[in-house]
T-cell receptor, first 114, second 111 residues
Framework: DSGVTQTPKHLITATGQRVTLRCSPRSGDLSVYWYQQSLDQGLQFLIQ???????AKGNILERFSAQQFPDLHSELNLSSLELGDSALYFC?????????????FGPGTRLLVL | ELKVEQNPLFLSMQEGKNYTIYCNYS?????LYWYRQDPGKSLESLFVLLSNGAVKQEGRLMASLDTKARLSTLHITAAVHDLSATYFCAVDGVGTYKYIFGTGTRLKVLA
């Protein structure tokens, strides 16, 4: 158990809908990262937050957004969902944001868009 | 654009044998990460390599980094079945903090 929690574990929804994925980092970790894993695209870095501020942005679609709240939990919002958004979404956390740190991954949320 | 290539993509090996997984990346970076993923599970961080010549070992796995060659290796010594998993390397571009993953190497260790 990494200490990172994600909810929900599974999510089934329809095209055009909007969903919110939630991540709670390990106690004491200030950075949260979001990743997408799919058969087509492999593992992709989406976005990183550090202590409430956006730190780095990767291949995140404009339909997707994220935020980190004062209690350090983070949410990833996916809107206008398409079939291709079906994937496993992981969050990870680390203590700082300087790079070169060990990241601890949550169990993931499996999203299926029908 | 930073690209990360791993080879082989698939590796089937006998228990007790040694093998190496290679990770090449295309632009300057001095931070290289190795992860393990079991089927249907999340990622587990194995190694973080932060400088040229860095070498880290944990059990039967040893990772090294050559930043001049833009190459990292993950060496498996005397493989056992429990090492069967998919191994990913990742790099973050200098100053960008954007993580790019390799395609993964699916390792199967046969008894």
């Amino acid at each position: 158990d990494s200490g990172v929690t994600q909810t929900p574990k599974h999510l089934i929804t329809a095209t055009g809908q909007r969903v919110t994925l939630r991540c709670s980092p390990r106690s004491g970790d200030l950075s949260v990262y979001w990743y997408q894993q799919s058969l087509d695209q492999g593992l992709q870095f989406l976005i990183q937050y550090y202590n409430g501020e956006e730190r780095a942005k990767g291949n995140i679609l404009e339909r997707f957004s994220a935020q980190q709240f004062p209690d350090l939990h983070s949410e990833l919002n996916l809107s206008s969902l398409e079939l291709g958004d079906s994937a496993l979404y992981f969050c990870a956390s680390s203590v700082l944001a300087a790079g070169g740190e060990t990241q601890y991954f949550g169990p993931g949320t499996r999203l299926l868009v029908l | 654009e930073l690209k990360v290539e791993q080879n082989p993509l698939f590796l089937s090996m006998q228990e007790g044998k040694n093998y190496t997984i290679y990770c090449n990346y295309s632009t300057t970076s001095d931070r290289l990460y190795w992860y393990r993923q079991d089927p249907g599970k999340s990622l587990e961080s194995l190694f973080v390599l932060l400088s040229n010549g860095a070498v880290k070992q944990e059990g039967r796995l040893m990772a090294s980094l050559d930043t001049k060659a833009r190459l990292s290796t993950l060496h498996i010594t005397a493989a056992v079945h429990d090492l069967s998993a998919t191994y990913f390397c990742a790099v973050d571009g200098v100053g960008t903090y954007k993580y790019i993953f390799g395609t993964g190497t699916r390792l199967k260790v046969l008894a």
